[in-house]
């Protein structure tokens, strides 16, 4: 296996339904990674797709400007996915239990994880699912931050820098025949470079990890 059993422990190791039993209607990263985010799908997603959201929430930072033709979200909390008005459909499922998605093959273009890959124990298994219910060309977008609730995300994550976090999910997309070479995106900042010089573009460092199903 890539990650040894130990590399796979939580601090808190109670059941997660505990953990996400109650609604958090907060947005976990600043501004700044927001709109990088939303402006990285719209420069990668495209209309009249199926779009699959993993790990999600109360809000997905699509573009409200592109129409999809079906959002999928999935998550742990029942009242933060209802709340989300841009899913079509939405399940609960923990995936550090149960790693099989109720999706059919081929079903999606594009499956997206916001600052949640940390929270995967059997990151392997869930890379074999996304690779299974993407269209061949869909892509799957990887991005986080360094935040993250401390005591659920796995030994790896916790013990590796920021940059060993890239290659931490680079080898995820690596350990999965039939995903093209990851591609990374780090700090893209939609700050003018003046700012950035003045400390003005500062603020939640913002990471992304892409690969496409061959």
């Known amino acids: 296996m890539m990650l040894r059993p130990n590399q796979r422990m939580k601090l808190d190791d109670t059941d997660d339904k505990l953990f996400y039993g109650l609604p958090r209607f907060v947005t976990h990263v600043d501004e700044g990674f927001i709109q990088q985010l939303t402006d990285l799908y719209r420069q990668r997603l495209q209309p009249n797709t199926r779009i699959f959201d993993m790990m999600s929430s109360w809000v997905s930072h699509l573009p409200d400007e592109i129409q999809f033709s079906h959002v999928e979200g999935h998550g742990m909390n029942v009242e933060e996915l209802a709340r989300n008005p841009q899913f079509d459909n ?9 790693p ?4 059919k093959d081929q079903e999606f273009d594009a499956v997206l994880n916001c600052v949640s890959i940390q929270y995967l124990q059997y990151p392997e298994a869930i890379f ?6 993407l269209k061949p060309g869909g892509m799957a977008i990887i991005s ?15 013990d590796s820098s920021e940059r060993g976090r890239v290659e931490l999910v680079k080898s995820y ?8 070479p990851p591609e990374v995106i ?3 900042s939609s700050a003018p470079n003046f700012l950035q010089w003045l400390g003005a573009g500062s603020g939640d460092p913002f990471y992304a990890v892409i690969a496409h199903r061959n």
């Open 128 to 133: 074999t699912e996304i690779h299974r219910i």
């Open 144 to 158: 986080f931050s360094n935040r993250m609730f401390y005591q659920k995300a796995i030994q790896a994550w916790r």
């Open 186 to 188: 780090i700090n893209q």
């Open 173 to 180: 997309f690596q350990s999965v025949p039939g995903f093209t």
């Open 90 to 98: 939405y399940f609960i499922q923990n995936l550090n239990e149960n």
């Open 100 to 103: 099989k998605l109720p999706l």
